[in-house]
């Protein structure tokens, strides 16, 4: 999944950024309100995590542009401004949920998965598709079936993840490059049939399958 950081504070964003990273997200990097709504609104991201005190424009004014703007994007505020009439403001602005600072990263992360799974009306629990579980904490996958257990790469994790959370759909390359990898990520299409590939010989070919000229479909079989 891919996720939004927007934080001026440079050693808070560093630490964010390697415990998302870690966590298994994507993630891209605004300092300030102007280069963070553009990205916002050029940009397919599945999550946002939101500072309000941003220079060149606040977060409450990037948020409130972005829901104008019919971007439907989940947003956090993370932010020191915890006082209620606050937090008030910025559910009114189109928030999804509000964490103040200090914060555990532990609740971020929880409160995103949480974010994530209402945005697709999963119930609470592993990510159970295509005789597959995923946990998203260990960022392993076990096959039903056998009750074997494979470890992922960040890749691997990130591309089974977006596949499992949208069973049913044809996903065009554009669309999982665009989910699956940060701004500085290699796009090439070559590398992500390479990773797809690779999910198919932990899992079997039907895991994923090819439909020519659409894209690829979570546990359909080949056509």
């Known amino acids: 999944m891919r996720l939004l950081l927007v934080e001026d504070d440079a050693l808070l964003s560093g630490r964010l950024h390697g415990d998302l990273e870690q966590a298994g997200f994507a993630v891209d990097v605004a300092a300030n309100g102007v280069d963070a709504e553009f990205m916002g609104e050029s940009e397919p991201y599945d999550v946002v995590v939101l500072d309000l005190g941003l ?13 104008a703007a019919g971007n439907p994007v989940p947003v956090l505020i993370l932010t020191a401004r915890d006082a209620w009439h606050e937090k008030v403001d910025g559910f009114k ?3 999804d949920d509000y964490l103040g600072k200090p914060f555990h990263v532990a609740e971020l992360l929880a409160r995103l998965q949480a974010l994530l799974r209402r945005g697709i009306a999963r119930p609470h629990g592993p990510l159970r598709i295509a005789g597959l579980e995923l946990d998203e904490d260990a960022q392993t996958a ?13 890749t691997e994790f990130r591309l089974l993840r977006y596949f499992m959370r949208h069973p049913g759909r044809v996903l065009s390359k554009a669309r999982l490059t665009e989910h699956v990898y940060d701004f500085d990520a290699e796009r090439d299409s070559n590398v ?7 999910l198919r010989r932990k899992f079997g070919r ?14 359909a079989g080949d056509a």
């Open 55 to 67: 220079p060149g424009r606040s977060g409450l004014d990037v948020l409130r542009h972005w829901r």
């Open 93 to 95: 602005a189109g928030a």
């Open 142 to 154: 076990r096959v039903l079936a056998t009750d074997e257990t494979f470890e992922l790469t960040g």
């Open 192 to 198: 992500l049939e390479v990773y797809i590939n690779r």
């Open 206 to 219: 039907e895991l994923i399958a090819t439909r020519r000229g659409q894209g690829y479909i979570l546990g």
